[in-house]
T-cell receptor, first 115, second 110 residues
């Protein structure tokens, strides 16, 4: 079956502009996660969705970052007034459930470059 | 603060050898353990999951878990140059969150 998809695959933007990143999870997966990976670094947790609600937003770096999920499917991560330190690969993952011992499957990521 | 520790490497092994990758974790209530492989410029790919003490084998990969020592490892038998990648250890407690280690870079020399 289809895996997790993300769009765009690459995004170059100017400092101060807003960007929107999209994630389409595996069909039927109720849990969805966003991570950030800076060059040469590990994965940094951003936010977790169970269904359409986000019980944990603690990983969002600042109030410029927000995310939503609709229809227990597609999620969008929005970064307002982008800064150069936002440059990273943004990864989305999904799993059948957030609370059981369920494997997370990752999408290909969106590489964001802020000039 | 829950932590997952891995040696950053690189771990260099000759083709055909066994590569042994290690991971320790700090949270004693951790229940689920995962190994991901990440090629340069690509996203992490799940290769093994293990939930109970002991060994779990899948092809050339064996995951080993010792909860008393808070230690999980991944053995890759008959290592191939195509196994060269960064291997991420991830640990999940009773909640939803996966805590990732920073990864070990493996280099398999032809």
């Amino acid at each position: 079956g289809a895996g997790v998809s993300q769009s765009p695959s690459n995004k170059v933007t100017e400092k101060g502009k807003d960007v929107e990143l999209r994630c389409d999870p595996i069909s039927g997966h109720t849990a969805l996660y966003w991570y950030r990976q800076r060059l040469g670094q590990g994965l940094e947790f951003l936010i977790y969705f169970q269904g359409n609600s986000a019980p944990d937003k603690s990983g969002l770096p600042s109030d410029r970052f927000s995310a939503e999920r609709t229809g227990e499917s597609v999620s969008t991560l929005t970064i307002q007034r982008t800064q150069q330190e936002d440059s990273a690969v943004y990864l989305c993952a999904s799993s059948w459930s957030g609370t059981e011992a369920m494997e997370q499957f990752f999408g290909p990521g969106t590489r964001l470059t802020v000039l | 603060q829950k932590e997952v520790e891995q040696n950053s490497g690189p771990l260099s092994v000759p083709e055909g050898a066994i590569a042994s990758l290690n991971c320790t974790y700090s949270d004693r209530v951790s229940q689920s353990f995962f190994w991901y492989r990440q090629y340069s410029g690509k996203s992490p790919e799940l290769i093994m999951s293990i939930y109970s003490n002991g060994d779990k084998e899948d092809g050339r990969f064996t995951a080993q878990l010792n909860k008393a020592s808070q230690y999980v490892s991944l053995l890759i038998r008959d290592s191939q140059p195509s196994d060269s990648a960064t291997y991420l250890c991830a640990v999940k407690d009773s909640s939803y969150k996966l805590i990732f280690g920073s990864g070990t870079r493996l280099l398999v020399r032809p």
